[in-house]
């Protein structure tokens, strides 16, 4: 059997769990008489041809890693920022540096916009895997992705530790937590985190209904509110106007897009604002930002990206191109990748962590 070749880079933003998910591809490909090549901050480094080998001294060390030993970007092959030409399409340059490194396949590790590039390579002929990571966990077809285990216990922390200084001086604190436009990070934080109102794009909020929540508490000698709000949570006006204040991008990849309130006025900032005009209560608002993606994975999400990784290594040997690697029941499955691209997995509804949240009291502004 001949050796093969293969590429991997890291696209979109960084989370903890892509360098236990780095090693595990690698190490599990170099045992399989596989040699593996990563290319440097996403997929820049593929158009670019800047690349290093990962071979066992490059592999050792980092499983505890935060960020990415390869660097990562933002950046999308057929439309790559070139100075004053604009956008150029590189595509080509991707085609023909892959081919001439005599790769049998490109293992792109990334969310909502990687999924997308993913699938324009593949349609250019490319031998695509794919693996899900993302602290919004918000990629479609796996039951979570790695990076959002590490990020929900970070925010959780911050909940927690926001607890005594709120009830010391008796404020509001509106935790902003990211999450893009899926409220996963900031449903499960603010659930483990005992947060009294929790605000997610999914259930667009009433701000008098969080007026009374808080004002609810008051009345009950709480004299303290804590409420954990996604970045990408609006009102019901805002809901009924459409997305676009929100910030999503022309291309829509969740990848990229950055909330416009960030710029102006952030949503928590807004709505600290407007909860103390109506509750006439002290309010703060703290921003996690990008402490959520910061440091090393958690146990959890060490074991989901070495699972997933390891398991790509058997997909490259079986050549089952064309598919990320999924997690559903706690066993890795093929998803396609031309199913993944384009969606998005949302909190649905009716998901058990809401009805628990309400069971406990928690108020979701609605
Ligand atoms: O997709 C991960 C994420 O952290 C989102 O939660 C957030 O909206 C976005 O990336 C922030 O992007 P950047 O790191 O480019 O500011």
């Known amino acids: 059997m001949a050796q093969r070749f293969v590429g991997l880079l890291t696209a979109g933003g960084d989370c903890p769990g892509l360098n236990a998910a780095i090693r595990g ?7 399989l008489d596989t040699q593996v090549i990563g290319y440097l901050d996403g997929f820049r480094g593929l158009v670019e041809n800047r690349f290093i080998r990962l071979d066992s001294s490059r592999l050792s060390g980092i499983l505890t890693l935060g960020g990415t030993i390869l660097g ?20 080509p340059f991707a085609v023909a540096n892959y081919e001439n490194q005599h790769l049998d396949c490109l293992v792109c590790l990334g969310g909502g916009g990687t999924h997308k590039n993913a699938l ?30 590490t990020a929900m216990a970070i925010a959780t922390e911050a909940i927690d530790r926001l607890h005594s200084t709120a009830e010391s001086h008796h404020r509001v604190i509106v935790v902003e937590i990211m999450g893009h436009n899926a409220g996963w990070l900031t449903l499960g934080a603010g659930i483990a985190g005992g947060a009294d109102v929790i605000l997610i794009p999914e259930i667009p909020y009433d701000v008098e209904k969080v007026a009374e929540a808080v004002l609810h508490r008051s009345y009950a000698g709480k004299r303290f509110s804590i409420v954990a709000m996604s970045e990408g949570a609006m009102t019901t006006e805002e809901a009924l106007r459409g997305t676009l ?7 829509d990849d969740s990848d990229d897009a950055i909330p416009v309130g960030h710029v102006i006025e952030s949503v928590s900032m807004r709505l600290a ?51 990320m690697v999924a997690i559903r029941g706690g066993h890795c499955v093929p998803v396609p990748v031309d199913q993944v691209a384009g969606k998005r997995k949302v909190v649905p509804l009716d998901h058990p962590w809401i009805e ?5 009291g928690t108020s979701f502004g609605d």
């Not at 591809?25 to 045992?31: E, H, L, Q, R």
């Not at 999400?301 to 790509?312: E, H, N, V």
């Open 273 to 323: 604002r407007r909860l103390e005009e109506l509750t006439r209560l002290e309010s703060r608002v703290t921003s996690l930002g990008h402490l959520q993606r910061g440091g090393g994975p958690s146990p959890t999400d060490r074991l989901l990206a070495t699972q997933l990784g390891t398991t790509c290594a058997r997909y490259i040997v079986e050549e089952r191109y064309g598919v």
């Open 72 to 91: 990562t970007s933002r950046d999308k092959p057929h439309r790559m920022p070139a100075g004053e030409l604009g956008t150029v399409d590189m595509r």
């Open 120 to 149: 324009r390579l593949m349609n250019e002929g490319l031998n695509i895997i794919t693996m899900p990571k993302t602290i919004d966990n918000d990629v479609w077809g796996t039951d979570v992705s790695f990076g959002f285990d």
């Open 245 to 251: 204040e929100h910030g999503k991008d022309d291309d």
């Open 25 to 31: 591809v690698g190490k599990a490909a170099n045992s």
């Open 356 to 360: 628990s949240a309400r069971l406990v």
